[in-house]
């Protein structure tokens, strides 16, 4: 029973960056592999970004092509979503989720636990 709490959404132009944070109580993250998924209006949840539990391995999807980092600092108990260069088409509600898989994964149903998101809005 791990809790996850996203933060740092919110609204930025074209261009702009924002960090988002997800802060986990409960249970140490430690041997987890963790991940960011985002949802916009009327479009599937979709794989964004993940760590692994130490965090040496990372995979990020297509679109974020470069622009994009995570991070964790499990001493903290938690991990982060670095934002740079966003699009408009990045608006969508972002998940953080911890999976049982010490190896990054990628798909929502590898995901035990989830945080209830956080709202980023670009606009043009």
């Known amino acids: 029973q791990v809790q996850l709490v996203e933060s740092g959404g919110g609204l930025v132009q074209a261009g702009g960056s924002l960090r988002l944070s997800c802060a986990a109580s409960?249970?140490?993250?430690?041997?987890?592999?963790m991940g960011w998924f985002r949802q916009a209006p009327g479009k599937e949840r979709e794989f964004v970004a993940a760590?692994?539990?130490?965090?040496?391995?990372?995979i990020y999807a297509d679109f974020v092509e470069g622009r994009f980092a995570i991070s964790r600092d499990n001493a903290e108990n938690a991990m982060y979503l670095q934002m740079n260069s966003l699009k408009p088409e990045d608006t969508a509600v972002y998940y953080c989720?911890?999976?049982?898989?010490?190896?990054?994964?990628?798909?929502?149903?590898?995901?035990?636990?989830w945080g209830r998101g956080t709202q980023v809005t670009v606009s043009s």
């Open positions: 989720a911890a999976s049982h898989n010490l190896v990054a994964v990628t798909t929502h149903n590898e995901y035990d636990n």
């Open positions: 409960g249970r140490m993250i430690s041997s987890y592999a």
């Open positions: 760590i692994n539990w130490r965090g040496t391995r990372t």
